[in-house]
T-cell receptor, first 112, second 118 residues
Framework: QKEVEQNSGPLSVPEGAIASLNCTYSDRVSQSFFWYRQYSGKSPELIMSIYSNGDKEDGRFTAQLNKASQYVSLLIRDSQPSDSATYLCAVNSLNRDDKIIFGKGTRLHILP | EAGVAQSPRYKIIEKRQSVAFWCNPI?????LYWYQQILGQGPKLLIQ????????DSQLPKDRFSAERLKGVDSTLKIQPAKLEDSAVYLC????????????????FGEGSRLTVL
């Protein structure tokens, strides 16, 4: 059974601090990794994707991937109240017969 | 560019009744997904279409759920008869052909259809 696991939280972080969100996955052949943000009552929206080991930075967001450890993380620098949301980790293998699996999400609360 | 369209946004029904949800994906997107998201949980894939063919429906409760994608564009998800545990948001998403050059694997979601079964 392919699984994507996340701590459900809530994770509370002071405004301006770094928020660190973690995700582990069980399928070793996974090739693509995504972080989606979902505000309450809204649909998920993609904020970061990463395909190779290492770090990928986009503005205040950094995704980190370690395929050997089957671990992907998302760092949010200078956290803002608008970052308060649920963050969903998603994994797929870009194979026509595979599917994109979502974790249960981590609720992040930025404290003003 | 128009996004993924879904309707209805909200639906309240009694258990054992039927309901249907409609989705129109982004133009040119070959792959269409239906996800079920129960409150407090991540999206769970129900069915995945590639054009008008089914790629994966392993988690679709086929005794009560059905889905079709005629002509490889719009899709309909039906539940009959509904159970209390079907209360959830039904998310439709689309993406480029999984094997198309330049496909990043990103899913584009509609606003969802919230179902309440009483």
């Amino acid at each position: 059974q392919k699984e994507v696991e996340q701590n459900s939280g809530p994770l509370s972080v002071p405004e301006g601090a770094i928020a660190s969100l973690n995700c582990t996955y069980s399928d070793r052949v996974s090739q693509s990794f995504f972080w989606y943000r979902q505000y309450s009552g809204k649909s998920p929206e993609l904020i970061m994707s990463i395909y190779s080991n290492g770090d990928k930075e986009d503005g205040r967001f950094t995704a980190q991937l370690n395929k050997a450890s089957q671990y992907v993380s998302l760092l949010i620098r200078d956290s803002q109240p608008s970052d308060s949301a649920t963050y969903l980790c998603a994994v797929n293998s870009l194979n026509r017969d595979d599917k994109i699996i979502f974790g249960k999400g981590t609720r992040l609360h930025i404290l003003p | 560019e128009a996004g993924v369209a879904q309707s209805p946004r909200y639906k309240i029904i009694e258990k054992r009744q039927s309901v249907a949800f409609w989705c129109n994906p982004i133009s040119g997107h070959a792959t269409l997904y239906w996800y079920q998201q129960i409150l407090g949980q991540g999206p769970k894939l129900l069915i995945q279409f590639q054009n008008n063919g089914v790629v994966d429906d392993s988690q679709l409760p086929k005794d009560r759920f059905s889905a079709e994608r005629l002509k490889g564009v719009d899709s309909t998800l039906k539940i009959q008869p509904a159970k209390l545990e079907d209360s959830a948001v039904y998310l439709c998403a689309s993406s480029l052909d999984l094997l198309a050059a330049g496909n990043t694997g990103e899913l584009f979601f509609g606003e969802g259809s919230r179902l309440t079964v009483l």
